[in-house]
């Protein structure tokens, strides 16, 4: 048996922000394995996330995020189940990111469920032509049309977006994380971006990348 020492304790915390004695625990499920600690946790706490899912959520706050020079403006409500969690900096904090999320990303829905109806299927259809335009086999068309639909949702739905600051979870993930870390349900309600000068002609600017050197 592994001997798990205060300072490997500590390591997996701040690493994941669970508590002293999961990460305790974790790691002696893991034998002193942090990695495998990491993934042991990040399971716990999706499993602990999916029991909370139906809970209702109604405090919370909305938060603003203006991107440096004033270019980009988010304004997103996160809900959370008491305002105890609402006020603490952690909570207030993990809904910045989510704001920083919407300036860098510039999804159009939260969840794949808003997606109009209409404008999916005149996406498959756009993306139909493409593919046999392209050249594919018919027989593998559709298979085609529905991974690019996936990839479409990827672009367009923020939970399913990739986490600007770690792009091996989603947004979804980050949420599911954040749910196990304070025993809340949370979810993201709405959100509205504006861009300086949208929807007139100018010169192009990467965004994105303005705002992940802003988040360093």
Do not use: W
């Not at 672009?155 to 399913?160: A, K």
């Amino acid at each position: 048996m592994a001997n798990i020492t205060a300072a490997m304790v500590k390591e997996l915390r701040e690493t994941t922000g669970a508590g002293m004695m999961d990460c305790k625990k974790a790691l002696v499920h893991t034998e002193g394995d942090k990695d495998k600690a990491v993934d042991f946790l990040r399971e716990k706490g999706l499993a602990a996330a999916a029991k909370k899912a139906g809970r209702v959520a109604a405090e919370g706050v909305v938060t603003s995020y203006i991107h440096a020079g004033g270019k980009i403006g988010v304004l997103v409500e996160v809900n959370c189940e008491t305002d105890f969690v609402a006020n603490t900096d952690e909570f207030k904090e993990f809904a910045r990111e989510i704001a920083m999320q919407i300036a860098a990303a510039n999804p159009t829905y939260v969840t794949r469920d808003e997606v109009d109806t209409k404008e999916l299927d005149h996406e498959r259809e756009v993306l139909r032509v493409q593919a046999l335009e392209e050249g594919k086999p018919e027989k593998i068309v559709e298979n085609m049309v529905e991974g690019r639909i996936e990839k479409y949702y990827k672009e367009v739905c923020l939970l399913e977006q990739p986490f600007i600051k770690d792009t091996d979870q989603n947004i979804e993930g980050f949420v599911k994380a954040q749910i196990a870390k304070v025993g809340e349900n949370i979810s993201i309600r709405r959100f509205v971006r504006y861009q300086l000068g949208e929807g007139i002609e100018k010169k192009v600017d990467d965004f994105a990348a303005e705002v992940m050197a802003a988040a360093k």
